[in-house]
Structure formats: structure tokens, C-alpha cells
């Protein structure tokens, strides 16, 4: 079993920034992959960013440029910063983990930008 838990979510004026936090826990050898989705009220959730073990990245064009997704290994760690943030970022951000082939989720963190 495997727990994630997210923070640094909140409220920001637009153009500001946040950095959000997701630690993993549990029974972990190995997590091939982390990532950050969002959902807005009303929309489907949808991928932000992802990145591998070995550092490969990937991101939604709507944040390339503002958003950068980041991990510690040793401390089975994903960050995401958000600069530039837009009142269309608001949304609950969730991070996953996949491990062998079970996709974890985390309980999700508030992003609230104001414009």
C-alpha cells in the first residue's frame, strides 16, 4: 500500500506562484512515475505534468512555460512549481504515483488563483 500526501496548495493573486509538494509513503521500491493532475469544478480531470524516475518530462500545453515539474528519489518526492498562475489554474490539484502496476492517488490540494 502506498499513501500520498500533498501540500503547499492556496490562494494567489494571478501571476503569482505556488509550489506544490507530494511525499510518498508506504510499501515503495521503486516509483517509475509521479505526476500532478487538476480538476475544475465541473471538468474532467486532466493531466498537468509528469515525470519519470529518470528525470523525463511531460506537461500540458496550457502550462508549458509557467509550470515545472520536479523529484527527489531518495525521498520519494514530486514538486511542482506553478509561476505565472492564471485564474484558469484554480482548480484541486492530485498527485499520482505509479507503482508496479497500481496507479495511487493522493486526496488532493486546493489551488485557488484570483484575478
Known amino acids: 500500500q502506498v499513501q500520498l500526501v500533498e501540500s503547499g496548495g492556496g490562494l494567489v493573486q494571478a501571476g503569482g506562484s505556488l509550489r506544490l509538494s507530494c511525499a510518498a509513503s508506504?510499501?515503495?521500491?521503486?516509483?517509475?512515475?509521479m505526476g500532478w493532475y487538476r480538476q475544475a469544478p465541473g471538468k474532467q480531470r486532466e493531466l498537468v505534468a509528469t515525470?519519470?524516475?529518470?528525470?523525463?518530462?511531460n506537461y500540458a500545453d496550457s502550462v508549458k512555460g509557467r509550470f515545472t515539474i520536479s523529484r527527489d528519489n531518495a525521498k520519494n518526492t514530486v514538486y511542482l512549481q506553478m509561476n505565472s498562475l492564471k485564474p484558469e489554474d484554480t482548480a484541486v490539484y492530485y498527485c499520482?504515483?505509479?507503482?508496479?502496476?497500481?496507479?495511487?492517488w493522493g486526496q488532493g490540494t486546493q489551488v485557488t488563483v484570483s484575478s
Open positions: 499520482n504515483a505509479l507503482v508496479g502496476s497500481i496507479m495511487y
Open positions: 508506504g510499501s515503495i521500491v521503486r516509483i517509475p512515475a
Open positions: 515525470i519519470t524516475s529518470r528525470g523525463s518530462t
